[in-house]
Structure formats: structure tokens, C-alpha cells
């Protein structure tokens, strides 16, 4: 089992970057794909971004690619979520998430993670 923990939530304004850490728990965190979601007010949770075990595979959503960066240090169990170019439209809660193994047609779907951490709110001004 797993414990995650997000920080680095905050308010910027519209252009503005964030990065948000994720500190997992236990020694095995390294066998574990991690991924980012987040949830707007009354909004259903969406995928953003996961990274594969080792890091050497990348995927995002299309709404965040080529300003949103997910990295990990297995050293330091942290997963980040590097947000650049920040709109409006990015203002919800920031969950980071894990599974062991996540099939490539689950990757995108909350259901296909086993631990979630409690959120950290992103909010984006005008």
C-alpha cells in the first residue's frame, strides 16, 4: 500500500507557472506508475498526465500537452507536475494517484488507480 501526499497548489494568475509535488510513502514506490487528475467544481475528475515506473514514458491529455511536464525521483518517492502557461480553465483540485499496473485502455480513467492522495487546490486569476 501506498500513502500519497500533494503540495504546491496555489493561486496564479492567467500565463503564470505552478509545480505540484507528490510524496509517496513506503519503499515500493518505484513499482508504482503514477498519474495526475484533477476536478473542477461540479465537474466529473478528469485525467492530466502519468508516467510510467522507471519515467521513460510519458502520457498526457490533450488539453495540457506541451505545458504541463510529469517527472518523478524514484530516489525522493515524489512524483511532479510541472504546469506552465496556466489559463482558467485549470483551476480545480490537483489529485496525484498510483497502481501498480495500469492496462494502456485504463490509463486515462481514475478506475484504473488503486491510491489517490487528498487533492491540492489550483486556482488560476484572471
Known amino acids: 500500500q501506498v500513502q500519497l501526499v500533494e503540495s504546491g497548489g496555489g493561486l496564479v494568475q492567467a500565463g503564470g507557472s505552478l509545480r505540484l509535488s507528490c510524496a509517496a510513502s513506503?519503499?515500493?514506490?518505484?513499482?508504482?506508475?503514477m498519474g495526475w487528475f484533477r476536478q473542477a467544481r461540479g465537474k466529473e475528475r478528469e485525467f492530466v498526465t502519468m508516467?510510467?515506473?522507471?519515467?521513460?514514458?510519458?502520457y498526457y491529455a490533450d488539453s495540457v500537452k506541451g505545458r504541463f511536464t510529469i517527472s518523478r525521483d524514484n530516489a525522493k518517492n515524489t512524483v511532479y507536475l510541472q504546469m506552465n502557461s496556466l489559463n482558467e480553465e485549470a483551476t480545480a483540485v490537483y489529485y496525484c494517484?498510483?497502481?501498480?499496473?495500469?492496462?494502456?485502455?485504463?490509463?486515462?480513467?481514475?478506475?484504473?488507480?488503486?491510491?489517490w492522495g487528498q487533492g491540492t487546490q489550483v486556482t488560476v486569476s484572471s
Open positions: 508516467i510510467s515506473l522507471s519515467g521513460d514514458t510519458e
Open positions: 513506503g519503499r515500493t514506490f518505484s513499482s508504482y506508475v
Open positions: 494517484a498510483a497502481a501498480r499496473y495500469v492496462h494502456s485502455t485504463m490509463r486515462t480513467r481514475a478506475d484504473g488507480y488503486d491510491y
